[in-house]
């Protein structure tokens, strides 16, 4: 039997109208239920960032979300299948959305971790053989399942620290068949309920081929692009000096266009390279790194509706220019924050590190860096159903170890994640 949860008394955040007493239609069961969330942070556009409701409720009906909002106005049904989560006061925010990772790969690089402690750089490494050119022999070499299995523990990983979305690069493969093995891996993981929804896109403009660069360029546009289109939602290229230029670039955004595949670009990270330009003219759905992008490049990404994502902790390892989020939001265009994880620039599954780090090197505040790690990342995969906390949308929700939203960035290192709801089901305990 069905038991009534408090009466409505108030619209609240997306409580609806207030019912007509007397003439109440029957409230939705809730399959999930949190009560008593000390701060509940929405991502409502029409409160102050990041949205907070304190006092609140939040309620799934499947894997949406039935109620978010002050627990005065909570109005739905309890019955015998409901997951009840008390909180216990704590804050509750929306699921992490990463929108650029390069999840699958196999092999490790931790001595050129050190080399580059030592002094050396990116180029040095690449000439020396290591770098990309590693992890690109390694990853060729595994099967759809070595691949998968690498990739779980770090997306188990990322779930722990609040990932509820991420994004997975192909892109070490080089060869058709084996960034075609990539794109299932990541779609294998996808399919698991106890981790991340997973949205991927196909790299195959990454590091530079070994054999004739027109003649792989060629492969890509009239067999890479076919065949990996029903595997991707997305497809990307590294445009930067020493890598793919911007004409080869375009050609592959537009090619991809046929194919019912996304634009994205690696943009102007390392320098000042033309690729946020790129991007705005194919209009893309994102530029990601910026860190030598102008303010001329991020205005015409405002323009073109094209979200910044920022990947500091990339920025970090490299030692560059920090990145833009100030000027970025200046500009007038979306910013998110994602991870970049990856075994070269970046071996981070820590969304909640991105949002430290976005408040402490890119010039964002603490409420935008959660916006931007939530439904800035959504924005930046092109996905409207989630990275807020509002009816309607996907319930991926996080309930934190903590009473205060603002500790995910200030407790530096730490997890601040205590249960991960995912789709409406609470995946981590
Ligand atoms: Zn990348």
Same mark, same amino acid.
Not at 252 to 277: I, N
């Given at each position: 039997m069905a038991a009534r949860r408090r009466m409505a008394t108030g619209g609240g955040i997306g409580g609806g109208q207030p019912g007509v007493t007397g003439e109440r239609k029957p409230a939705v069961v809730a399959s999930l239920l949190v009560t008593n969330i000390g701060q509940l942070v929405t991502g409502d556009p029409r409160l102050p960032a990041p949205g907070v409701v304190e006092g609140a409720a939040l309620a799934a009906s499947g894997d949406r979300i039935a109620y978010a909002g002050p627990t005065s106005g909570l109005d739905v049904?309890?019955?015998?299948?409901?997951?009840?989560?008390?909180?216990?006061?704590?804050?509750?925010?929306?699921?992490?959305?990463?929108?650029?990772?390069?999840?699958?790969?196999?092999?490790? @690089?931790?001595?050129?971790?050190?080399? @580059?402690?030592?002094?050396?750089?990116?180029? *040095?490494?690449?000439?020396?053989?290591?770098?990309? @050119?590693?992890?690109?022999?390694?990853?060729? %070499?595994?099967?759809? *399942?070595?691949?998968?299995? %690498? %990739?779980?523990?770090?997306?188990?990983?990322?779930?722990?620290?609040?990932?509820?979305?991420?994004?997975?690069?192909?892109?070490?493969?080089?060869?058709?068949?084996?960034?075609?093995?990539?794109?299932?891996?990541?779609?294998?993981?996808?399919?698991?309920?106890d981790l991340p929804d997973?949205?991927?896109?196909?790299?195959?403009?990454?590091?530079?081929?070994?054999?004739?660069?027109? *003649?792989?360029?060629?492969?890509?546009?009239?067999?890479?692009?076919?065949?990996?289109?029903?595997?991707?939602?997305?497809?990307?290229?590294?445009?930067?000096?020493?890598?793919?230029?911007?004409? *080869?670039?375009?050609?592959?955004?537009?090619?991809?266009?046929?194919?019912?595949?996304?634009?994205?670009?690696?943009?102007?990270? @390392?320098?000042?390279?033309?690729?946020?330009?790129?991007?705005?003219?194919?209009?893309?759905?994102?530029?990601d790194h910026l860190d030598h992008a102008d303010d001329e490049d991020l205005r015409a990404l405002a323009v073109a509706g094209v979200a910044g994502v920022l990947l500091p902790g990339a920025s970090m390892v490299l030692g560059g220019a920090p990145p833009p989020g100030r000027r970025l939001l200046e500009a007038g265009a979306t910013v998110a924050l994602a991870t970049d994880c990856n075994p070269g620039t970046c071996w981070c599954e820590s969304m909640p590190l991105m949002v430290a780090l976005g408040v402490a090197t890119a010039g964002l505040t603490p409420a935008e860096a959660l916006t931007a790690a939530t439904a800035g990342g959504a924005a930046a995969l092109g996905l409207s159903d989630r990275g807020r906390l509002l009816p309607g949308l996907r319930c991926d929700a996080l309930v934190l170890e903590t009473p205060r939203w603002l500790d995910v960035g200030y407790h530096l290192g730490a997890n601040p994640v205590a249960q991960v709801i995912a789709a409406g089901r609470l995946v981590r305990r």
């Open positions: 049904a309890t019955g015998p299948d409901t997951i009840e989560v008390d909180a216990h006061g704590a804050a509750v925010i929306p699921g992490f959305v990463d929108a650029h990772t390069h999840l699958v790969w196999l092999g490790e @690089r931790s001595e050129e971790y050190a080399l @580059r402690a030592g002094g050396a750089s990116y180029e *040095e490494i690449a000439e020396k053989g290591g770098g990309i @050119r590693s992890t690109v022999a390694a990853t060729a %070499a595994g099967t759809v *399942e070595d691949l998968a299995t %690498a %990739a779980r523990e770090r997306a188990r990983r990322m779930l722990r620290l609040g990932t509820t979305t991420v994004e997975i690069k192909s892109g070490y493969g080089q060869s058709l068949e084996a960034e075609l093995r990539q794109l299932r891996a990541a779609r294998a993981l996808g399919e698991q309920a997973v949205v991927t896109t196909y790299l195959p403009l990454h590091g530079l081929p070994d054999g004739d660069r027109v *003649e792989y360029l060629e492969g890509v546009l009239h067999e890479g692009l076919r065949a990996a289109a029903p595997l991707a939602g997305f497809v990307d290229c590294f445009c930067e000096t020493g890598a793919w230029g911007v004409d *080869e670039c375009e050609r592959l955004l537009v090619a991809a266009r046929e194919h019912g595949l996304r634009a994205k670009v690696h943009a102007d990270q @390392r320098s000042h390279s033309g690729g946020s330009a790129l991007a705005a003219r194919v209009g893309a759905v994102s530029a």
